[in-house]
């Protein structure tokens, strides 16, 4: 289906004042090229300038019968005949034949001139190329220059060489003076007066790189864009993707010889080729094989070759027309770049193929999988199509008409990869084409496009005895075709014209369509063509966007032409300023058709409302219903409402425009209430209002945990403690918890993004810090088990509280309990032991503790002996600790930190090495530093220097200590290293009864686990042998019961 809307595409026309009827038109480069009818002169009129002037005039060296021009080289093409032979000849630097420079080189291809023809400066050039076959089409790459060249069943493809013309003088003196030495001289004083800018142009060439035969299609017209190669046939396209490569081919050279040879037993029966179309790997099914011939002139290395689409069509003999009439034509290959690209350096984003019937046009894209992107069906019978940067522009007899594309919405999925999210949006490719109000002519025979001109060449009554006779034919086949009578042939024309119509800028166009639209919103705003023209508005934006992105980068690039240079940076700069507003302007209008919209596309008036930069303010005020209206707000609105709230908006809403909000959801999803409730941007909301508002909901809905601590939360804002109170006190502590896992924003604004997104506490987050701070610390916990907050993040929250010294250090202690994840339990560990430490060192005596702050005097939600019965990373503490730290000897904070660290060095989890150096803060001289350093040096398996130490500092605790540590295998211990150290330390100080209580506790032990020889062994030979007797004894009874 074809839109058609009374939309104006055309600003301005003028006629080219032409001396002779014209036979073949083409532009580029900012000029108008005419042949005219039989003649052997090209007249190149500048269409950038009003009335169009000459530019120059040359003569071609035979009649044209085919003529193009290319952008990059600015070089002409013609295929000429003369004599009846065909040339294929290239005219370069042709703009200088307007300094009546007379001079014209002519040379064959790859020969380039030298001597006197270079010294004298730049010239006209014609650059003769031969060939084996009559050419038939030839193409021009508007990416990189190349040439192709199309004969009857093989295409040639020229490569575009460039050779800078100083260095060209320098290659030609040097062979003058290596012939001629007596002509340096006069050499070097002709090259002193060429000019420098003569010297710095490029000398173009040509150079044949490869060779396809295509035996089973004729070629009518043929086309190249960046490596894709296509060509037309009467009912037939193949395009095919050639790319340079240093690798050997991998598939056979020639494959023509194979398929349909049976077909030359039927040459009397006319066969009619069925319908096919085969996109992308499929197009290597098509019935036409293709050949590369190597050209022997270089060994770079290998062409390889690729089918990308073939489509065939089956002729359609309709109202008693001709094969003639339904040929295919208006064969193209554009390419878009995106803003980002730059055309010299980089290969084209997308490349497009597009090529008509007389009855449709078909937009194919090429790259990144090969699609149909549009099908034009057109109202009368088309002659010729050109595909441009933001229309397609067609001719009928009498009639020029525009159809709108679709190439910025594929090109916009390749520059932006938010397309198509909730952050951004485009219409799709598939978007139904629209038809713009036609332009009148009368016998239009040919069209071209430049820019913003498109160039019509009309012949009026120059009816063929050919066409007479087939009108003469329909007329005979059917009533309904109104023909005036055939008129008097005549053999040469008489109205004749040239025609230069202007299209309007995008941004002109993009007005009246806006205008246009007005009429569909006032009568239906949820009219699919209202949507639908927008649409088009939009991708019009879009494709001028990408224009305009593409001339920047492309600034410091060779220009071809003075004239195509339309304004300076800042003019530039200000189109595109006013390309982002009116796109802007567009989003916001397709944010309020899809607010009203219907269901299946109401989610796309998030990123067109995101797109415009409409403040929430705005899009609230846009969509408030009239008072006529019999419908409320509609899915894409409250769609877009809700993800604007659950998106942790920084921006505030007004008390006004938050009840607004309030009332929105009551009215039309009053389960979103408590969500909307507890979002950031609603802090200015009236408490009193919304409380009567969540009592509705209550009473209709039911009571549940979150409404009920959204109601609690508007009692505070109240500054009703105890009805807040009452309220809390509904459900248990547990079922609360579970209520900030359903909403966590409850306790907390922000999170969810990462751990790094900034998150502030609530009004109720603030207030269960003062009355309930185990409530909490749960349903943090809570939140980060449920990966709805970060670790840091709650560190953040309770920095915030002003609570770090005491809620927070209850958190990773609760955290510790809770997490699994052995990466988190590591950290925390490594916290609460710095925690610690930190206690210890501040809190050392009783004389430090009026110091403390008043907060960190707070009694933690969990004693040591609570986290020991309930987390397995706090271990139960030794036994000989209770020696060497006794309790109520120093203060009940220090008591706990010194029990809680103690706890942590006797569990299984926290890595002394990590806490070591933690631990050099901590002073040895007070037996409870004493204590946590013996614990780090036993966990290390130093037990040797611990019993060292021990007895020095602590004898009263050895045998503690060793019944609890010398077990399993460090039993020998007893024997090996305390019964000796008892020994001596005994021997030098006989009086010490500690000493000798602990030596005979050691003994007891000693005798029970050796045989009476090695105890023997053990007794010392001092003359104190009677004071081992009775443990010998005791040791050899012992041997003699078992």
């Not at 193409?139 to 990189?144: D, F, H, L, M, R």
């Not at 969990?862 to 990373?873: F, G, R, T």
């Amino acid at each position: 289906m074809v839109h058609v809307y009374n939309c104006h595409p055309f600003s301005s026309q003028q006629i080219v004042q032409v001396e002779q009827e014209p036979g073949l038109v083409c532009c580029g480069g900012g000029a108008l090229f005419v042949v005219a009818t039989g003649g052997c002169k090209v007249e190149a009129y500048s269409v950038e300038r009003e009335g169009c002037p000459l530019i120059c005039r040359f003569a071609t060296m035979g009649t044209v019968k085919s003529i193009q021009h290319s952008k990059i080289g600015d070089y002409l093409v013609t295929i000429e005949e003369k004599n009846s032979a065909t040339y294929l000849r290239a005219y370069t630097n042709w703009r200088y034949q307007a300094e009546d420079k007379a001079r014209v080189g002519v040379r064959l291809l790859g020969h380039l001139l030298r001597g006197a023809s270079v010294r004298g400066g730049v010239q006209m050039e014609i650059i003769e190329i031969p060939l084996s076959e009559r050419p038939v089409a030839v193409a021009c790459c508007s990416v990189t220059g190349d040439l192709l060249v199309g004969c009857e069943n093989t295409l040639v493809l020229f490569t575009l060489r460039r050779q800078n013309q100083q260095t060209l003088q320098n290659q030609s003196q040097q062979i003058l003076q290596s012939t001629w030495p007596n002509t340096q001289q006069s050499s070097s004083q002709s090259q002193g007066q060429t000019s420098t800018s003569n010297q710095n142009v490029s000398i173009l060439d040509f150079e044949r790189s490869v060779i396809l035969h295509l035996p089973k299609i004729k070629a009518k017209r043929v086309a190249l864009c960046g490596g894709y190669v296509a060509v037309q046939a009467e009912l037939e396209v193949l395009v095919l993707k050639l790319d340079a490569s240093s690798e050997p081919k991998t598939q056979e050279e020639c494959s023509e010889t194979t398929r349909a040879d049976h077909l030359e037993d039927q040459a009397d029966f006319l066969l009619l080729p069925r319908h096919q179309e085969l996109l992308g790997d499929r197009a290597k099914d098509c019935d036409i094989p293709v050949s590369i011939e190597k050209t022997g002139l270089e060994d770079r290395g290998q062409y390889t070759l690729s089918y990308v689409l073939f489509r065939r069509f089956t002729p359609d003999f309709f109202q008693g027309c001709s094969v003639e009439e339904t040929q295919l034509h208006s064969l193209q290959l554009c390419p878009l770049f995106t803003s980002k690209q730059s055309v010299s350096q980089e290969e084209p984003a997308c490349v497009f193929c597009f090529f008509s019937l007389p009855t449709a046009g078909y937009l194919y894209s090429l790259k990144g999988g090969v699609e149909l992107l549009s099908a034009y069906q057109y109202p009368e019978k088309v002659l010729e199509a050109v595909l441009a940067d933001h229309l397609l522009h067609v001719i009928t007899k009498s009639a020029l008409q525009c159809f709108t594309v679709r190439c910025a919405a594929l090109a916009a999925r390749i520059e932006d990869p938010y397309i198509d999210t909730t952050m951004k949006a485009c219409p799709p490719c598939s978007l139904e084409v629209c038809a713009l109000r036609m332009q009148l002519f009368i016998g239009l025979r040919s069209v071209c496009v430049h820019g913003c001109h498109v160039i019509l060449l009309s012949t009026a009554d120059t009816e063929t005895p050919e066409e007479s006779e087939r009108a003469t034919h329909r007329r005979g086949l059917s009533r309904k075709w109104t023909i005036s009578s055939p008129k008097e042939t005549r053999t040469v024309g008489h109205g004749w014209n040239i025609y230069v119509v202007d299209t309007v800028s995008p941004l002109t166009l993009y007005q009246e369509m806006v205008e246009y639209s007005q009429k569909y919103a006032e009568t239906n705003p949820q009219a699919q063509s209202l949507r639908h023209l927008l649409s088009e508005a939009h991708l019009l934006l879009r494709a001028s966007l990408l224009q305009t992105g593409q001339r920047q980068n492309t600034e410091g690039e060779p220009v071809l032409s003075p004239e195509t240079d339309t304004g300076g940076p800042s003019e530039k700069q200000t189109d595109r300023e006013e390309l982002e507003e009116a796109l802007r302007q567009n989003c916001a209008q397709l944010g309020d058709c899809f607010s009203r919209g219907s269901q299946k596309d109401c989610h796309l008036a998030l990123p067109y409302y995101r797109m415009s930069a409409l403040s929430v303010t705005e899009v609230i005020a846009r969509n408030r219903p009239l008072p006529s209206s019999p419908h409320s707000y509609g899915p894409g609105f409250l769609f877009y409402l809700k993800h604007y709230l659950l998106e942790e908006a920084e921006q505030s809403l007004s008390q006004e425009e938050a009840d607004e909000v309030i009332d929105i959801f009551s009215q039309s999803e009053p389960s979103q209430l408590v969500s909307v409730c507890a979002s950031p941007p609603m802090v200015n909301i009236s408490p009193e209002r919304t409380l009567q508002i969540l009592r509705r909901l209550e009473d209709t809905a039911g009571v549940s945990v979150p409404l009920t601590i959204t109601m609690a939360t508007m009692m505070l804002l109240m500054d009703d403690v105890p009805q807040y109170t009452q309220l809390m006190e509904r459900h248990a502590e547990m079922l609360l918890v579970y209520g900030f896992i359903e909403e966590p924003r409850l306790l907390l604004h922000g999170g969810g993004g990462g751990q790094h997104t900034r998150v502030c506490p609530t009004v109720l987050t603030r207030q269960l810090a003062k009355s309930q701070p185990g409530l909490l610390v749960a349903g943090m916990v809570a939140l980060h088990e449920n990966n709805k907050i970060q670790l840091e993040q709650a560190d953040h929250i309770f920095k915030e509280l002003g609570c770090e010294n005491c809620l927070q250090v209850d958190f990773w202690e609760a955290m510790l309990m809770a997490s699994s994840q052995d990466a988190v339990i590591q950290e925390l560990l490594f916290r609460l032991s710095s925690v610690y430490i930190d206690r210890l060192t501040n809190t050392s005596s009783n004389t430090h503790s009026d110091h403390l702050n008043t907060r960190s005097r707070r009694k933690s939600l969990k004693s040591a002996d609570d986290l020991i019965n309930s987390c397995s990373h706090y271990g139960a503490l030794y036994p000989w600790l209770t020696v060497l730290s006794p309790a109520h000897t120093t203060s009940s904070q220090h008591q706990e930190a010194l029990y809680k660290l103690q706890s942590l060095l006797c569990g299984p989890s926290l890595s002394v090495g990590s806490v070591g150096p933690l631990m050099e803060r901590l002073s040895e001289e007070p037996l409870w530093g004493f204590s946590l350093h013996l614990l780090c040096a036993t966990r290390r398996g130093q037990y040797d220097r611990s019993i060292e130490k021990l007895l020095d500092r602590c004898p009263q605790a050895i045998i503690a200590y060793a019944n609890h540590q010398l077990q399993d295998r460090n039993m020998v211990l007893w024997w090996q290293k305390l019964l000796p150290e008892l020994c001596n330390r005994t021997r030098a100080a006989a009086d010490n009864g500690i000493l000798l209580a602990a030596l005979k506790e050691t003994l007891v032990v000693v005798a029970m686990e050796m045989s009476p020889a090695e105890f023997l062994e053990l007794i010392p030979d001092d003359g104190t042998a009677s004071y081992f007797l009775p443990h010998l004894l005791t040791c050899s009874q012992k041997h003699l019961l078992a």
